[in-house]
């Protein structure tokens, strides 16, 4: 049988380490907190811990705003204490996979401080600085050197009074885009990564890495961006997968993985990537990464796109996404699988039923995303059902992102409060990023002190504590996936088979391989449905693993499932 990468039979973790675990009472999570919880993952079984951004940091973008890559935010604590938690976690067989923020830097990072000092400074062209517009007064609206708008609302260019010049931030303006044309920016970027590999990390998780190459046109100009929607280009557009992006992956992958790569993980997150760039970029023989997030089944809820507009999931644009993707990448390279993240709202609130039915839709849409061929990635809190903030005012809300598109909408008068409330309630980052429920005590035994952002009340049901002690929990489900994963050569690389394609309730796939086939049937509503077993050919079969204590066993005739029932079938 064929040779498989240690990642197959993988799954990680994703930390937010702001929000994990507070050791000092300052409401802040931070590494002496996590190191508190390392029993935690080793019990949920997890092969690779990824933290979020622990380097210093001026927190504009809660640490994906880097202003030195190789130390650690005194918030979080020393480089002493991470090397102390990346021990312990190498010492339970977990690996340690670390942030890449690579397209831009913090505006305080040393390199931006140097760059804007003046025109001819040497490091002025390790950044993006333009000309104003002709014809418009400079550092007015209209004056920016492209219409392209920044993902936090508002124009992606920043003037700079001293130099007269602007400068790029497809991010916040704290949030400089380096420029990958100058070679001296990917030469100190690649001795950074080795430094962290020689201190003993296992890969990186590099994010928004298919923005670092921009579409230079002649002269090092860029241009205008379709305007989709809303006052600006489409920066997305503009930027993602520039010319020289896979130039550049290969380049990395010879400077800084070249002998090291079967230990590591690298996977890249890649907005607005299609499967056909997934193919180049997970591809071995290319040498670039071992696997990208895709983000096409994120938007499947919202109107055009927009993070913040709601509409309905249907099911059978889920299925076709995954599919495709899942068909995209059978033959060569990999998928990630994920649900939740930090930049997303949670997936139990969101495609599932946070209310009566939670843990049978958490499990169930649990089951769905693990039994895909690919690596999955789970987000704290989400092992524990962990539902959406449920915040309602504004006062509430932390993220730059939410804040900055509420600025943004009440200047040009689109929305009315309520309707923005509704929209951040729905889209906002900050959904995820409340913190771990740990146990029923105040504050969720996150922290002594006040939290940094809100707890969400209901971590008087909703917390690890209790959830250890029961069987039926969310936290022991997320453990016999992760350990059906490590067993089962079926789960880690069968190829896939859609079932019912236009079902809208019923999620339905095989897996098989050497003979053996698993066949998983998920009931993703709140209704109890039926449907022909026949057509899934599991009569005879074992249960491998259900959400219910008594699932229908082996069933030929009618098939009748609870509401977020789910099995997995497995026929020899
Ligand atoms: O996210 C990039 C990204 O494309 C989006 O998910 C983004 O968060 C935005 O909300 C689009 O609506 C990465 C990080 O995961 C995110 O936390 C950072 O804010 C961002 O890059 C900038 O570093």
């Known amino acids: ?172 303006r704290k949030q400089p885009d380096l ?47 379709p305007v989709a929607s809303g006052l600006y280009g489409d920066a997305t557009a503009a930027s993602a997968n520039g010319p020289r992006l896979h130039e550049f992956l290969q380049e990395m992958h010879r400077e800084v993985f070249a002998g090291r790569r079967e230990s590591l993980l690298l996977v890249g997150e890649t907005p607005g990537a299609t499967v056909e760039d997934a193919q180049l970029f997970t591809d071995p023989a290319r040498a670039e990464l071992d696997m990208v997030f895709t983000f096409e089944h994120m938007g499947l809820d919202t109107v055009d796109g927009d993070r913040f507009q709601h509409r309905p999931l249907d099911l059978r644009d889920l299925k076709a996404t995954l599919t495709r993707w899942q068909a995209g990448l059978a033959e060569t390279g990999w998928n990630s699988l994920y649900w939740d993240n ?39 809190g989400e092992e524990l059902g962990m539902t959406d903030a449920g915040f309602t005012s504004f006062d509430q809300y932390r993220d730059i992102e939410s804040l900055r598109y509420v600025e943004e909408k009440r200047a040009i008068g689109e929305f009315d409060d309520e309707q923005l409330l509704r929209a951040l309630a729905f889209g906002s980052r900050d959904n995820a990023r409340t913190p771990v429920q740990w146990d029923a005590s105040a504050h969720a035994g996150f922290t002594t002190g006040e939290p940094w952002i809100q707890v969400n009340p209901n971590h008087d049901r909703i917390n690890a504590e209790d959830a250890r002690a029961d069987p039926a929990s969310v936290f022991h489900y997320y453990r016999r996936l992760i350990a059906l994963r490590h067993d089962d050569p079926v789960v880690q690389t069968g190829a896939f088979t859609l079932v019912w394609p236009e079902d809208t309730e019923v999620y339905a796939f095989h ?39 008594d699932p229908p066993q082996a069933p030929s005739g009618r098939l009748r499932l609870r509401p977020w029932e789910c099995v997995v079938y497995r026929v020899e």
Not at 113 to 129: A, F, G, Q
Not at 180 to 195: D, F, G, I, L, S
């Open 342 to 380: 930090h930049d997303q709202p949670r997936v139990v609130s969101r495609f599932g039923d946070d209310g009566e039915h939670r843990v049978a839709s958490a499990t169930a849409l649990a089951t769905v995303l693990h039994l895909h061929r690919g690596t999955p990635y789970i987000y704290q």
């Open 1 to 172: 049988s064929a040779e498989y990468a240690w990642w197959t039979s993988a799954v990680v973790y994703q930390i937010y380490p702001r929000s994990f675990q507070d050791s000092d009472g300052d409401g802040i999570g931070d590494l002496r907190g996590i190191l508190r919880r390392v029993d935690h993952l080793a019990e949920l079984g997890v092969d690779v811990v990824w933290f979020s951004p622990l380097y210093r940091s001026p927190q504009d973008d809660n640490g994906y705003d880097i202003s030195d890559y190789q130390d650690v935010d005194p918030l979080f604590g020393t480089l002493a204490d991470l090397d102390e938690v990346i021990a312990a976690l190498h010492d339970r067989g977990i690996k340690v996979v670390m942030d890449l923020v690579v397209n831009h830097t913090s505006d305080e990072h040393p390199w931006f401080v140097e760059s804007r000092s003046s025109r001819d400074n040497p490091k002025r062209d390790w950044y993006w600085w333009r000309d104003p517009r002709d014809g418009f007064a400079p550092g007015t609206r209209g004056s920016e050197p492209t219409n392209w708008g920044s993902f936090f609302s508002g124009p992606a260019w920043e003037w700079d009074e001293q130099t007269g010049q602007y400068y790029l931030h497809l991010f916040s």
């Open 179 to 225: 420029n990958w044309e100058n070679p001296e920016v990917r030469e100190a970027v690649y001795a950074m990564m080795r430094w962290w590999l020689d201190r003993g990390v296992d890969g990186f998780r590099m994010d928004v890495i298919n923005l670092i190459s921009k579409d230079v046109g002649p002269e090092g100009a860029l241009s205008d961006a």
């Open 511 to 549: 897996r098989a391989q050497d003979g053996i086939r698993l066949t998983l049937v998920a009931n993703c509503s709140s209704d109890t449905v039926e449907r022909d077993a026949a057509e899934l050919r599991v009569e005879g079969a074992s249960v491998v693993i259900a959400n219910h204590d």
